[in-house]
């Protein structure tokens, strides 16, 4: 067995086949069909519970897990150009199972005559980084990467495991290359000749070919954190040129240096806690006080929302009494794509968690604001626009419309939005933050996967940077541009920030209440029985309206992939998308939505209300009627 220097953690032993041992057709096929297959990844139970921290997965995951590495290998030979085989970087979270998982994937690439670079532990942006910067290197470059194949199951408990797929742009798979890897990889499996064609597979790779990979895990982590280093300050400076970067990173050194900030970083054990978040930021000036930093020690549960805040929230209250600079805090799942926010409150003198549709509101007008005065400042008018997906608040729309850009929505799931947003910069606009509101998931480009230091920087950003000559600061343009101008004062806060927000009450999808368990496979169906049902209640429901929104219209609108369109039929043609009711006012403006999806990761049934004002209880009472109309629908499907 090789140990893993820096951790101790048991990568592999080059001589032990993880498929010595066969599963029998009948077992593969029982494990193989409780596997979640969508774009935004692959997923099971690859540990013997959900909760499981042991090491060791059974022979029918590890027959899984070969076929899939086959399946994206044979992607990679079909898509070949040059002589050269393809270039594979291949990376796990801190769940246990990752490294039996990565194993006989390894093994199945190394067959397959793929090359591999192994960094072991790495973060879901640290991979995607490596895979982007090492893409763009000449083709006989030694270093030169062509894939990514990351072993994560994201935010699911720590028994769970999958895989990411993705090629040289640095983001997962185009929503079209996933669903024909989904195809490819349930064609034929699961047969006696086929888990035989696997077993082959994983016996054929050379032993010392194996050992030789393993060994060079440290030196491919020292390349991926590089080149990881190297992207954040790119999306940070928004400038791929060094000049402008520095440019821009020196004006938030010199802001945040002169104001004082201090971070709190709770990792829980996560795959962040061997990433560069303690270097990035103390090389921005930030004080950053790291907890929970153990890989594989989860303090609590992976899910970043709700009580899973709280450890961080609690240590940024005494942060914060013992340095008044500790403002924020941040708590990523395993796979450290997602970076939930805390933050001070000084008016009320609490730590507080920000809400995920208010993390992405605030992203996208620190960095909507900033590429404005850049543009003010060079006298230009650029086309901005922000891709966001189908259950976003509809805050988004107010805010971007305030400061001259367009929104775009998809269907959820991150390679929708991310498709989106390329298909727009293509046509001409400039596409800054995307993402998914829903789950305060930004991503800012040039990245293609969200990331908690990139939403980190632009709130340093929003906070820090004032007025520069006549470009003004972030907080004060948002405030000219929506006739809020009066309110600015030069020592605002982040509470400050969001009560100058347009104001939606909205469900929050980490609510018991926002995800329905439903019978019917069939959603389509659901989705027709649900527009009879709404049709009928209608009317009532918009008369108990009337008095707080005013007489509201309605329109059906459907998402699929990277589009949201309206529907000209029945509501069932939305199919396995997004289904949302618009309701709009007499003035023609939104008023607010509900919206409905299958989930395409978990087995849960999402629903969502967002309506405009303060008014907590017009969401309840909208929710309320949403989810009665699904649950009877769902009854008669």
Not at 99 to 108: G, K, L, Q, Y
Not at 247 to 262: C, K, Q, S, T, V
Not at 600 to 611: I, L, N, Q, W, Y
Request: hydrophobic share 45%; with cysteine.
């Amino acid at each position: 067995m090789m140990m893993h220097p820096a951790t101790g953690f048991a990568i592999g032993d080059p001589y032990v086949d993880p498929l010595a041992t066969r599963p029998t057709p009948e077992l593969a096929r029982a494990f193989f069909d409780t596997l979640i297959l969508s774009a935004s990844g692959w997923r099971g139970v690859f540990g013997s519970s959900d909760d499981d921290l042991g090491e060791a997965i059974a022979p029918a995951a590890a027959y899984a897990a070969a076929r899939m590495a086959d399946t994206f290998a044979g992607f990679l030979l079909r898509s070949r150009t040059g002589a050269k085989p393809p270039v594979v970087a291949l990376g796990v979270d801190t769940r246990p199972t990752g490294p039996a998982i990565a194993d006989a994937m390894a093994r199945v690439f190394l067959a397959r005559g793929l090359s591999v670079r192994y960094a072991f532990i790495c973060a879901a942006p640290e991979i995607m980084a490596w895979a982007r910067r090492a893409g763009a290197l000449p083709e006989d470059h030694p270093e030169r990467l062509d894939a990514f194949c990351y072993v994560s199951a994201s935010h699911n408990p720590p028994g769970h495991n999958g895989v990411k797929f993705g090629l040289s742009d640095g983001g997962v798979l185009p929503g079209p290359d996933a669903k024909a890897l989904i195809a490819t990889l349930r064609d034929g499996a699961c047969a006696a000749d086929d888990i035989a064609a696997m077993a082959a597979l994983t016996a054929a790779a050379e032993p010392r070919a194996v050992a030789a990979l393993y060994s060079g895990c440290a030196a491919a982590k020292r390349r991926a954190v590089s080149d990881y280093t190297l992207f954040a300050r790119e999306v940070a400076g928004a400038s791929p040129e060094l000049p402008e970067q520095e440019r821009e990173l020196d004006a938030l050194e010199a802001a945040i240096a002169a104001g004082g900030a201090g971070v709190v970083a709770e990792m829980n054990g996560s795959a962040r806690s061997l990433s560069i978040d303690g270097d990035y930021l103390s090389s921005l000036g930030v004080a950053t006080l790291r907890l929970n930093d153990e890989p594989r020690r989860f303090a609590h549960r992976i899910v970043p929302e709700g009580e899973s805040l709280e450890p961080c929230r609690l240590a940024l209250a005494e942060a914060r009494r013992a340095d008044p600079r500790f403002s924020l805090g941040y708590v990523p799942d395993c796979d450290g794509d997602r970076g939930n926010i805390v933050y001070w409150d000084e008016a009320e003198g609490e730590a507080k968690a920000l809400e995920a549709q208010d993390t992405f509101a605030l992203a996208a007008l620190a960095e909507l604001s900033r590429s404005a005065a850049r543009a003010f400042a060079v006298g230009e008018t650029p086309r901005l626009a922000v891709a966001c997906n189908d259950a976003t608040s509809l805050r988004v729309e107010a805010l971007a419309s305030a400061l001259g850009a367009r929104v775009f929505r998809a269907e959820t799931g991150e390679a929708n939005v991310v498709g989106l947003a390329r298909a727009l910069r293509e046509s001409g606009y400039e596409v800054r933050i995307l993402g998914e509101g829903s789950n305060g998931g930004v991503i800012t480009h040039p990245a293609s996967v969200r990331d908690p230091l990139n939403t980190m920087t632009a709130l340093l950003k929003l906070l820090y940077l004032r007025d520069d000559g006549d470009a003004p600061g972030p907080f004060r343009l948002w405030l000219d541009r929506s006739g809020q101008g009066d309110a600015y004062r030069d020592d605002f806060g982040l509470a400050d920030v969001l009560a100058s927000l347009p104001r939606f009450a909205t469900t929050s999808v980490f609510e018991d209440r926002a995800a329905l368990r439903v019978r019917s496979r069939d959603h389509a169906a659901l989705k027709n029985a649900y527009e009879a049902i709404f049709r009928r209640r209608w009317p009532t429901i918009a008369k108990e309206l009337e008095p707080r929104l005013g007489p509201l219209s309605w329109k059906a609108l459907a998402s699929s992939g990277q589009s949201e369109r309206e529907l000209s039929g029945r509501f069932g043609d939305s199919g396995s998308g997004g289904l949302k009711l618009l309701l709009s006012g007499a003035d023609g403006h939104a008023a607010g939505f509900l919206w409905m999806r299958g989930s395409g990761t978990e087995p849960v049934f999402r629903v969502m209300a967002d309506v405009r004002g303060a008014d907590a209880s017009l969401e309840s009472l909208l929710l309320g009627y949403h989810t009665e109309m699904v649950i009877e629908a769902d009854s008669i499907a």
